[in-house]
């Protein structure tokens, strides 16, 4: 029994000891081989999702992200043989940036020729839409067109959940638009930090919303709770582009057709061919969006043409207008009832402006009613008395030639400058040009201003 237990005794030392051994060389082993995972060693470890990045790791992982979105890319001459390209780009990861990414911008004619590609790298703020601007592009002999722009390649994608300083940004319109234009305003840091750089970007924009010029400008340390002014300046004017107006319109056009409009002789009936001419034109010149309907008048009225937005329905109408006969009478009553009929219809648009024009070379004559006095100038003005408050119709009215009441005429107008005299028929396209003016205030061009910090 004593030489059983001293042999085991001598058994369960030795295993101790062969432990210790084992955990000191494996102590040993660990304090020279082992290394603590992290986001930098080249391995996929710890809690990582790919190498080095995902997890814990700041680094995101390339299948973890999106793309940036081109939204437009476009080249502006600047002056001279010096052009400037752009590209306007979103991107849709919300939380995180990418601070050296390559990018490339070809710059081709009209052709399709490429002439130029333009190298550089830039950062991505996180989920925020940006310009990358490429200056001082010298194209001697060559008029570029158009511009592509690319990412070549990106730098790791990082997390991003700082906070977004807050900034506020305010400028005016656009000034000196036909010398040297300008834009300027003030930019605010409303954070309770300092932010050590900022890029501006501004655009102009047409009336069908084009880019027509850009331009770009930093500020250095914007100190927490101040305002800096900053102003973008372009060497030469630029095409302001397309203008629109504010608002669509829907215009009745009124037409006398009574006997006088063939004063000035019977074949052709003059002023009335020049006037269905010169009506015709100002048809043409109505915006695709405006709805026009015409209307004639002379011992009654009749609708030409319904309220529509086929101008050609309506020219066809003008031109296919004839005179009666030699007695037809002037009922602009008539003629002014119809045409806001069809303005009330429920062909009109809604948010159009409403609008009619009404030419005329004589003074009313019709509706004659018993035992009240001079009732066809009453009436035209009692219909229209409270037209612009009740029905929002502006009216315009034509005075040709030398018989016509101008007193009349006012009186049934939206104001005095409704109101345009036309001594003659070749003074009628001068006035319906001035009118065309007045019922299409421009809109302004419209200026986006964003900006990101740079760091």
């Not at 300027?184 to 930090?193: A, F, K, V, W």
């Not at 006997?259 to 034109?281: C, I, K, W």
């Not at 409704?418 to 421009?442: G, M, Q, W």
Request: net charge neutral; proline share 4%.
């Amino acid at each position: 029994m004593q030489g059983s237990w001293a042999t085991k005794r001598r058994l369960i030392q030795g295993g101790v000891f062969l432990l210790v051994v084992a955990l000191l060389f494996g102590l040993i082993f660990y304090k020279i081989f082992y290394k603590t995972p992290t986001c930098f060693d080249g391995y996929k470890n710890g809690d990582e999702t790919g190498v080095d990045c995902g997890g814990s790791c700041i680094n995101l992982c390339t299948s973890d992200t999106l793309n940036p979105v081109v939204l437009w890319s476009k080249i502006f001459n600047i002056s001279g043989d010096v052009y400037t390209a752009v590209a306007y780009i979103e991107n849709p990861n919300l939380n995180s940036n990418n601070k050296n990414a390559s990018y490339q911008f070809s710059i081709f004619d009209d052709k399709g020729n490429l002439i130029i590609t333009k190298d550089g790298t830039t950062s991505i703020p996180k989920g925020k839409k940006f310009a990358v601007f490429e200056t001082g592009i010298v194209l001697k002999g060559s008029k570029p067109k158009t511009s592509d722009f690319k990412f070549i390649k990106f730098g790791p994608w990082e997390k991003d959940l700082s906070k977004e300083p807050e900034i506020t940004v305010k400028y005016g319109t656009l000034s000196a638009s036909s010398t040297i234009p300008r834009i300027t305003g003030t930019i605010s840091n409303e954070s309770l930090q300092n932010i050590s750089g900022l890029e501006l970007a501004v655009f102009v924009l047409d009336g069908n919303e084009n880019v027509v010029a850009a331009s770009n400008t930093f500020i250095d340390n914007l100190l927490k709770r101040t305002t800096q002014d900053f102003v973008f300046t372009w060497p030469k004017q630029f095409d302001l582009g397309v203008e629109s107006c504010l608002s669509p319109v829907d215009l009745a056009l009124v037409l006398d057709k009574s006997g006088s409009m063939r004063s000035e002789g019977d074949n052709p009936a003059e002023p009335f061919t020049t006037v269905l001419y010169t009506a015709q034109s100002f048809i043409k010149n109505l915006k695709s969006d405006d709805q026009v309907s015409v209307v004639s008048f002379g011992n009654n009225s009749k609708i030409e043409s319904f309220l529509s937005a086929n101008k050609n329905q309506a020219i066809n109408a003008v031109e296919s207008m004839s005179l009666s006969t030699s007695s037809e009478q002037t009922n602009i009553y008539e003629g002014l009832l119809a045409s806001i009929q069809e303005l009330t219809s429920v062909k009109a648009k809604q948010d159009n402006k409403k609008v009619i024009v009404l030419l005329t070379d004589g003074v009313p004559t019709e509706p004659k009613e018993a035992n009240i006095e001079n009732y066809p100038v009453t009436s035209a003005q009692k219909l229209v008395e409270n037209i612009g408050s009740t029905k929002g119709i502006e009216i315009f009215t034509i005075g040709l030639g030398k018989s016509v009441s101008e007193d009349f005429l006012k009186s049934i107008s939206f104001d005095n400058n409704h109101y345009f005299y036309a001594p003659s028929k070749e003074t009628l396209n001068d006035v319906y040009s001035k009118i065309s003016k007045n019922l299409c205030p421009r809109k302004p061009n419209v200026i986006n201003v964003i900006y990101r910090t740079i760091k």
